[in-house]
């Protein structure tokens, strides 16, 4: 982990024009950036078109595993934002790539708790998984002598956001005995937000807290493949040929858009548009300081006038 104690604090954005002439990627968080719940943000469609015209190339970054490249694709497509598939990755697609990159056994099994996002990338990676959506309404009725049984051909648990958690998924074969009986099962996390924005109204319980449960039943620590793991940065970089020093990451929360970014030696931008205020930044008790903040991303736009 990169270490905190001599950053400099965060300097408001001043002159975007220096910031974007320096950089030639930029990778964007989604939610609380580009837009919260299911409401784009404001100004954000100009701001991609301001960037794209300045020939930068333009990465969106989520640790919502709740859907696939293919959905959010749709997703960015509904609120009118013209985004390639290419340009996506989600932490759902980062457990399919981190399976791939570690060549795990197509003859073993994944049990997933999550979402269909999961599932979708594990399907188009050629890997079998269990679990997901499906056994939401499932139920353990615990009786004395009452003895589970668990596949032993499960290699792999991975976690994300999962709005029908429940104890049967803990537990259940696919979970806790899978990661505590099975020589050699793989405990992955596409992330450990502590909160979400499942409607731009207020923050939900994140991903997070599923992880959480897992890891205290287990009492094993996961591998986590989404921000501020530097897994989807190394991806990114050898996919697109990027120099990490050529990359601004561009988030809303502190520990984990702002940590990935500085993780991977990139330049950083905390927008307050999201979860992070800022009496958070500036609060004695936070130590991750991005370079710049600003309130959103289309002060790109106004700083940018206003520098000329």
């Not at 408001?12 to 299911?38: H, M, Q, R, Y």
């Not at 009986?181 to 924005?197: M, Q, S």
Request: hydrophobic content about 40%.
């Amino acid at each position: 982990m990169a270490s905190f104690t001599t950053r400099a604090a965060a300097q408001p954005l001043k002159n975007a024009d220096e910031l974007i002439d320096s950089v030639e990627t930029f990778i964007f968080d989604c939610d609380g950036v580009i837009w919260k719940g299911d409401k784009l943000i404001e100004g954000v469609p100009e701001t991609l078109d301001m960037l794209r015209a300045k020939g930068k190339r333009l990465v969106f970054v989520t640790n919502n595993s709740t859907k696939s490249r293919k959905q959010y694709g749709k997703k960015f497509e509904t609120l009118g934002l013209d985004v390639n598939e290419e340009e996506i990755f989600a932490s759902s697609f980062a457990a399919a790539a981190y399976l791939q990159s570690i060549d795990f056994p197509k003859d073993k099994k994944v049990y997933v708790i999550g979402e269909d996002g999961i599932l979708k990338e594990l399907e188009l990676a050629g890997f079998q998984y269990l679990g997901g959506p499906q056994d939401g309404d499932k139920k353990i009725e615990l009786k004395p002598g009452f003895l589970m049984e668990h596949d032993h051909d499960v290699g792999a648990v991975v976690v994300g956001f999962d709005r029908y958690f429940n104890y049967y998924k803990i537990h259940k074969r696919y979970g806790t005995l899978c990661i505590r009986e099975n020589p050699g099962c793989l405990f992955i996390a596409t992330n450990r937000d502590a909160v979400t924005h499942l409607t731009d109204a207020q923050e939900w319980a994140g991903g997070g807290s599923m992880v959480g449960a897992l890891g205290g039943s287990t009492q094993r620590e996961p591998l986590v493949v989404g921000k501020p793991s530097t897994f989807m940065m190394d991806y990114l970089a050898n996919k697109f040929g990027i120099s990490k020093s050529q990359i601004c990451m561009v988030g809303d929360r502190l520990d984990t858009d702002i940590l990935f970014g500085q993780n991977g030696g990139c330049k950083t931008l905390l927008v307050l548009s999201g979860v992070t205020s800022l009496e958070t930044l500036q609060s004695p008790n936070n130590s991750i300081q991005p370079d710049f903040y600003t309130n959103k991303i289309s002060d790109f736009l106004s700083l940018k006038a206003a520098a000329v």
